[in-house]
């Protein structure tokens, strides 16, 4: 049993434990809730396109409020966060039900209450998912990553079956109410969580200008947009099959609410042995083989669930689906978790739902909307060349290699005294560094530079200049709104990036280190009644 301890490793801490329990209970409760508003569509309208709407009105929240979410995970207590966006989905759930119960359920009320529902899960996803990190330690994050998608999946191959099940001789209401019921115990857990928070020795971010640092961030970090770009085709073309599967066990197979629930319960059993053998399949494979293999079978399974009617074949098909999709989007969260720091990382997350999301709402729009007027087998067809192009898109933007890099804190960083008494407000600062680099050296310190690091983690207006008459002197110059702002950019210093600044100190050949200059920026106004005064200034 090789493989199991390093598989089932995370479950040793006891925070993630608990939590991840509670979240069992509280997926089957989403996923019961999920059959219910499916099946409950198809009873009330015979429109394929309205079906497929379920899926994409619980996914495009994600889409539209992940950003926010994510700059709120990274600057707020991110269990409140959970606990908020639990409680807010509890509440929707119970009013759904109670509509529901009285009969007023149309298609487009149906569609409100599930939309708020993906709100509240825009909400939680991305501080959830950061705070994997909070309760296992950095080399535990891949193993808690897949247990999560286990765990979800575990419940999806039962879940499915029970709302079926409840559906069928309880009533959609029925269905609704037992997911209300499910958050009871999710929220219990992160009520009794004790998480370790390091000391704020700064002011919260504002939203826009957090929204904005994760924006710069991804946008230079060539890895992680690889990682979106293939997820967002990933999710357009795969969810098809989650999207159509009503109207497949519905009109294909000419079953009821139990024989989707089994359909499903067969995907969610193909995602539990994905999750399972992930450790054993990052082991021996590449992260770009494990997605191009993961694309190309999933494309094979949306073929044959279009062309057969056979039940038989559309199960085994469903399990082959749910497998390649949870080995592929974990993958995808383990290469952004661990390729983000701890300051960002809710923001990156955001990103990545943003979209996978994006993508499955545009894809159920889409492939409803292809069902409805070109039938199911070509709706199905089509996805599944979609999703066959995936495979080849890896020849353009490979996955990178799945390694950790030591993306804590480097924590070297002393705000310096300053002769000038300023406000954290005050702005805006200009910095100045000055660097002496001999002639055999510029290759190198022009390499390090191409970084721009700094850039990355928050600097603005940055450039780099050379002395026209002393061309060994380099330059560096970059500015930040305020002197907050300042020491948060350099806070964000990791250890990974320890090594580019060290070799640029050792590569400056000045006495002592770089010498860095800290200026605030003052606007000069012109005498009154002098307004075209001009300073004297000289030409040489």
Not at 80 to 100: E, P
Not at 533 to 540: C, L, S
Request: with cysteine; hydrophobic share 50%.
């Amino acid at each position: 049993m090789p493989d199991r301890k390093p598989f089932l490793a995370p479950l040793s801490h006891e925070t993630f434990r608990t939590i991840w329990l509670a979240s069992i209970f509280s997926n089957l409760g989403g996923l019961i809730q999920g059959v219910g508003a499916a099946w409950m569509m198809t009873s009330i309208t015979a429109s394929e396109n309205m079906v497929a709407l379920v899926q994409a009105s619980t996914t495009l929240p994600i889409m539209m409020f992940s950003l926010v979410a994510g700059a709120l995970a990274d600057n707020f207590d991110r269990k409140v966060v959970m606990l908020i966006a639990q409680g807010f989905m509890f509440t929707v759930s119970a009013l759904l039900a109670t509509v529901a119960y009285l009969g007023w359920i149309t298609p487009w009320t149906l569609l409100t209450f599930t939309f708020l529902i993906g709100c509240g899960t825009a909400l939680n996803n991305p501080a959830w998912q950061a705070s994997v990190g909070d309760m296992v330690p950095r080399e535990d994050v891949p193993g808690a990553v897949s247990l999560n998608s286990m765990g979800f999946n575990l419940t999806r191959s039962v879940g499915p079956a029970i709302g079926g099940a409840i559906v069928a001789f309880g009533g959609a209401a029925m269905a609704f109410l037992a997911n209300a019921a499910s958050y009871v115990a999710l929220m219990s857990a992160l009520f009794l969580w004790k998480p370790q928070r390091p000391a704020a020795t700064l002011p919260r971010e504002a939203i826009g200008p957090a929204i904005a640092a994760g924006l710069r961030y991804v946008s230079m970090s060539p890895n992680l947009l690889k990682v979106f770009v293939r997820s967002f085709v990933f999710g357009l073309a795969a969810v098809a099959v989650l999207g159509l599967l009503p109207v497949v066990a519905r009109d294909v197979i000419g079953g009821g609410p139990l024989t989707y629930g089994l359909l499903l319960g067969g995907f969610g059993i193909g995602a539990v042995a994905g999750a399972y053998f992930n450790t054993l399949l990052r082991e021996r494979l590449t992260s770009e083989n494990i997605v191009r293999c993961s694309f190309a079978l999933f494309a094979l399974s949306e073929a044959v669930i279009g062309v057969t009617d056979n039940v038989v074949l559309i199960g085994a098909a469903a399990i082959v689906a749910g497998s390649c999709w949870v080995v592929a989007l974990s993958l995808f969260n383990t290469i952004v978790q661990l390729s983000t720091p701890r300051w960002v990382v809710g923001r990156a997350l955001s990103f990545y739902q943003m979209a996978t999301f994006g993508g499955m709402a545009a894809g159920a729009w889409i492939w409803g909307s292809l069902a409805e007027s070109q039938g199911i087998g070509t709706a199905l067809s089509i996805a599944a060349i979609v999703t066959a192009c995936g495979v080849v898109l890896g020849l353009a933007l490979p996955m990178p290699v799945l390694a950790s890099l030591d993306l804590d804190p480097l924590n070297t960083f002393r705000e310096p005294e300053l002769q000038l008494d300023i406000l954290p407000r005050s702005g805006p600062i200009a910095i100045q560094v000055d660097y002496d680099i001999s002639d055999l050296d510029l290759a190198e310190f022009l390499q390090l530079m191409a970084e721009r690091i700094r850039i990355r983690d928050g600097a603005q207006a940055w450039a780099l200049m050379r002395d026209l008459q002393n061309p060994q002197r380099w330059i560096e110059t970059y500015h930040t709104p305020t002197w907050v702002d300042y020491v948060r950019h350099n806070t964000r210093r990791t250890k990974a990036d320890a090594e580019n600044f060290e070799r640029l100190r050792k590569l400056h050949q000045g006495p002592g280190l770089p010498n860095v200059h800290r200026m605030i920026e003052r606007q000069v106004i012109p005498p009154e009644g002098d307004v075209f005064h001009q300073a004297q200034i000289d030409p040489h």
